[in-house]
C-alpha cells in the first residue's frame, strides 16, 4: 500500500493569512493525488484532482505544487468558510489511501 | 446532481453482520464505480472498496476477507455487507462515487454519511 503521510496534523491560523499543508507519497505516485475539505459532520468534498486541477466552484485561492512525491496545499488568504479539516488522498493505485488530515483552526 | 444516500441499521451487535445501502439519484449507477468509505469517530478516512456497475469488485487487503459488495442497477443501489464486525468497525460510512479517467481515481460524490455503533 502506498502511504500518505500529512503535517502537520493541525494548524490554527487567522483570516486572511496564507497556509499551507504538506503530503508525502511513500512512493512515486506521479501527479495522481486529491485534496478534500471535510467541515464539522459533513461528508469531505474533492477541492482539487490530478495534483493541480480544481474542481468546479472551488476558488483559486487554493492551489498546489508537487517536488517528487511531495505535494504542497496552499490557501493564498484563509476565509471563514475555508476552516475544515483536509485530506489528500492518492488516485494512483488501489488501495486508495489517505493521509491522516490536517485541520486548519481559527486563531 | 447527484445524490447518494446510505441507509441501514445505526446500531450492530458485535461478531454479526454490518448491511448498508446506497441509494444513487439524479443520474444513472450505470459506467461508474461505486465505492464505500469509513471514518471512526474523530479519526481519518479508510477506503473500503469499489464496486463497477457491471459487478467487478475491488476491496482493501485490509478488510477482504470480510466485505461483500454488491449492485442493483434496477434499483440504482449498490451495498455493502462487512460481517464478524467488532467496536473496531464503529465508523460513519460514506458511499461515494468513484470517477477512474486519466486523473486517476477520484470520489467526486459522496453521501452524507451513516453512523455504525458496534455494541451489545
Known amino acids: 500500500d502506498i502511504q500518505m503521510t500529512q503535517s502537520p496534523s493541525s494548524l490554527s491560523a487567522s483570516v486572511g493569512d496564507r497556509v499551507t499543508i504538506t503530503c508525502r507519497a511513500s512512493?512515486?505516485?506521479?501527479?495522481?493525488l486529491n485534496w478534500y475539505q471535510q467541515k464539522p459532520g459533513k461528508a469531505p468534498q474533492i477541492l482539487i484532482y490530478a495534483a493541480s486541477s480544481l474542481q468546479s466552484g472551488v476558488p483559486p485561492r487554493f492551489s498546489v505544487s508537487r517536488s517528487g512525491t511531495d505535494f504542497t496545499l496552499t490557501i493564498s488568504s484563509l476565509q471563514p468558510e475555508d476552516f475544515a479539516t483536509y485530506y489528500c488522498?492518492?488516485?494512483?493505485?488501489?488501495?486508495?489511501?489517505f493521509g491522516g488530515g490536517t485541520k486548519v483552526e481559527i486563531k | 446532481q447527484v445524490q447518494l444516500q446510505e441507509s441501514g441499521p445505526g446500531l450492530v451487535k458485535p461478531s454479526e453482520t454490518l448491511s448498508l445501502t446506497c441509494t444513487v439519484s439524479?443520474?444513472?449507477?450505470?459506467?461508474?464505480?461505486w465505492s464505500w468509505i469509513r471514518q471512526p469517530p474523530g479519526k481519518g478516512l479508510e477506503w473500503i472498496g469499489y464496486?463497477?456497475?457491471?459487478?467487478?469488485?475491488n476491496y482493501n487487503p485490509s478488510l477482504k476477507s470480510r466485505v461483500t459488495m454488491s449492485v442493483d442497477t434496477s434499483k440504482n443501489q449498490f451495498s455493502l455487507k462487512l460481517t464478524a464486525v467488532t467496536a473496531a468497525d464503529t465508523a460513519v460510512y460514506y458511499c461515494?462515487?468513484?470517477?477512474?479517467?486519466?486523473?486517476?481515481?477520484?470520489?467526486?460524490?459522496w453521501g452524507q454519511g451513516t453512523l455504525v455503533t458496534v455494541s451489545s
Open positions: 439524479g443520474g444513472s449507477i450505470n459506467s461508474y464505480y
Open positions: 512512493q512515486t505516485i506521479s501527479r495522481y
Open positions: 488522498q492518492q488516485s494512483y493505485n488501489t488501495p486508495l489511501t
Open positions: 461515494a462515487r468513484l470517477t477512474y479517467d486519466s486523473s486517476g481515481y477520484s470520489l467526486d460524490y
Open positions: 464496486i463497477y456497475y457491471s459487478g467487478s469488485t
